[in-house]
């Protein structure tokens, strides 16, 4: 059994830090740190980054498994690399001033969206957040199999057989779970983070209450933008876009493809010189063999919304507070499926089905 110590002085790092990153995760370097619920990855299963040396006022959690190596290590977010087509966009949308809906620190993971305070997560909830919630709920050393199979993903509802078990999905958004295990993820990053908040020394930090939960289909739709007016929140649904030869064994991984790693790159190498536009909407496309999905992809690819909100429409559609709704759209689905407006349904766990959370935020009076 492995255990991970939870520094205060970190937590506050995190909270300060939510929604702007100076470098985005990804499955090669993960960093120490969850963006979500500021508890430590290492030694989360299949991460291998060694833990740091101050542990500060520190909560001691069991975490279960050994460290398995990447099959394709790669930066996640260099691997498509989209830039700004000012031709292309006609946009009048611009996000309301919210300087004050919010005063003092902000919860892990969540950007502010409305005039209410409430908050979203950044990214869809990925992998390596569900790993941690399992080891948790699930210690190494608890003898409780009832409790795990609760928890753990349909290994018949992945897209691929490793999928939530090889570090190369690491930040990924999980798939494969149900709507009552959501819920059960939401309340316990609540617990995990509201425990860790009350023992700072920070009395701004330690008088915050955060209480994580499913959006409803309205405060997913405001956090998308529907206010913009346009079916995607923006008119531009397509930029150019640079592929990384050097992600060439990545993408066969991706892809799950069997054409060798020499071959992928070439093609790569041919597609950047014919200065191609792609929907930056992971959604199903006609496009190279290469940058097809065999599942949903890295929850951070670009660009974000007007908000600083990534994968709000394509990638993993969303699960929302009314059950067996899903929203945005998933990379098996046209991008007619992809608007804000349209409506996915699931009975049970999926492929295609993940979720992210809304936050609320208050003080101690």
Known sequence: ????????????????????????????????????????????????????????????I?????????????????????????????DTFRVPDLSKAVSGPIAPGVIVFSASGLAIDEAEITNLDWRLFVADAFPA?????????TILPTAAALPVKDYYTSPFYAYYPVVGISYEQAK??????????????????????SDL???????????????????????????????????AEGAAAYLQKRA?????????????A???????VRSWINHAQAEPYFLRLASPGYVYQGPANDFGLYQMLGNAAEMVEEQGIAKGGSYRDDLAGCTIKARGHYSGPS??????????MQHHK
């Open 1 to 60: 059994m492995k255990q991970l110590f939870l520094s205060v002085s970190i937590l506050v790092g995190v909270l300060q830090l939510s929604g702007c990153g100076a470098r985005l995760p990804s499955s090669l370097r993960p960093g120490y740190y969850s963006a979500s619920t500021a508890i430590p990855l290492w030694p989360a299963s299949y991460v291998t980054e060694t833990p740091p040396k101050q542990l500060g006022n520190a909560e001691v």
């Open 62 to 90: 069991s975490i279960e498994g050994q460290p398995t190596p990447n099959p394709a290590p790669f930066y996640d977010y260099k691997v498509v690399k989209f830039t700004s087509g000012l031709k292309l966009c006609r």
């Open 141 to 149: 050393d608890s003898s409780s199999a009832d409790i795990l199979a």
């Open 184 to 205: 059960l993820f939401c309340k316990w990053r609540t617990d995990v983070v509201n425990r860790a908040l009350a023992r700072t020394s920070d009395k701004q930090v």
């Open 209 to 243: 209450i955060v209480e994580y939960r499913l959006p409803t289909e309205a405060e997913w739709e405001e956090a998308a933008e529907v206010r913009s007016g346009q079916p995607y929140g923006t008119t531009c649904t397509q930029l150019p876009v640079q592929v």
């Open 256 to 268: 799950a493809v069997s054409t060798p790693v020499a071959q992928i790159k070439a093609d790569i």
């Open 270 to 276: 041919a597609y950047n010189k014919q200065h191609p």
């Open 351 to 360: 492929a295609t089905v993940g979720f992210r959370t809304v936050c609320t």
